[in-house]
Antibody, heavy 119, light 107 residues
Framework: EVQLVESGGGLVHPGGSLRLSCAASGFTFSNSWMSWVRQAPGKGLEWVGNIAQDGSQRYYVDSVKGRFTISRDNAKNSLYLEMSSLRDEDTAMYYC????????????WGQGTLVTVSS | EIVLTQSPATLSLSPGERATLSCRASQSVAGYLGWYQQKRGQAPRLLIYDASNRATGIPARFSGSGSGTDFTLTISSLEPEDFAVYYCQQRSNWPITFGQGTRLEIK
């Protein structure tokens, strides 16, 4: 069974940092582009960024460029999101998602991990 | 950035009825549009990709159509489990963007 499990969310002060993790199982992780998508409380979905199978290509939404970094460890079947200089508007549920091959659609999602930025 | 506008914001229908949801793009996305379903407290689920292709395991009552700037998701006969929020998403241009969602509620 394909499974993605996020962890690392929590309460952080504005300007602080946090590292999210996503553990993948049930598929060949190293063959898949991966992504982070977030959802502010009561709001819609927002793409955060994508990373290629070998980590050689990364794309980010403008609002997180320079503050967030997506990385992966294929030996550990894990995806990461390093977040720094956090702002109130980064408060959201963060989902790890697998990208459908040859596309930028998300065919498998984790259950999400909640990040709250507040003083 | 391509803006996706979904209509209506809320759709109230009864089980067994046909649902038609719309997504309009601010510029052409060719056929590069997908649809997701999200139930309360759950992650989204991919229904349709590239305008009209059903994702794995999606029932045949879900269908998608359209190209360019105007797209439609149709649910031919609503089941109780179909009442949820639906989002469209384009992959034609960076950044990837989603619509604001249509809430499908029981009448």
């Amino acid at each position: 069974e394909v499974q993605l499990v996020e962890s690392g969310g929590g309460l952080v002060h504005p300007g602080g940092s946090l590292r999210l993790s996503c553990a993948a199982s049930g598929f060949t992780f190293s063959n898949s582009w991966m992504s982070w998508v977030r959802q502010a409380p009561g709001k819609g979905l927002e793409w955060v960024g994508n990373i290629a199978q070998d980590g050689s290509q990364r794309y980010y939404v403008d609002s997180v460029k320079g503050r967030f970094t997506i990385s992966r460890d294929n030996a550990k079947n894990s995806l990461y999101l390093e977040m720094s200089s956090l702002r109130d508007e980064d408060t959201a549920m963060y989902y790890c998602a697998r990208i459908l091959p040859s596309s930028s659609y998300y065919d498998c999602w984790g259950q999400g991990t909640l990040v709250t930025v507040s003083s | 950035e391509i803006v996706l506008t979904q209509s209506p914001a809320t759709l109230s229908l009864s089980p067994g009825e046909r649902a038609t949801l719309s997504c309009r793009a601010s510029q052409s996305v060719a056929g590069y549009l997908g649809w997701y379903q999200q139930k309360r407290g759950q992650a989204p689920r991919l229904l349709i990709y590239d305008a009209s292709n059903r994702a794995t395991g999606i029932p045949a009552r879900f269908s998608g159509s359209g190209s360019g700037t105007d797209f439609t998701l149709t649910i031919s006969s609503l089941e109780p489990e179909d009442f949820a929020v639906y989002y469209c998403q384009q992959r034609s241009n960076w950044p990837i963007t989603f619509g604001q969602g249509t809430r499908l509620e029981i009448k």
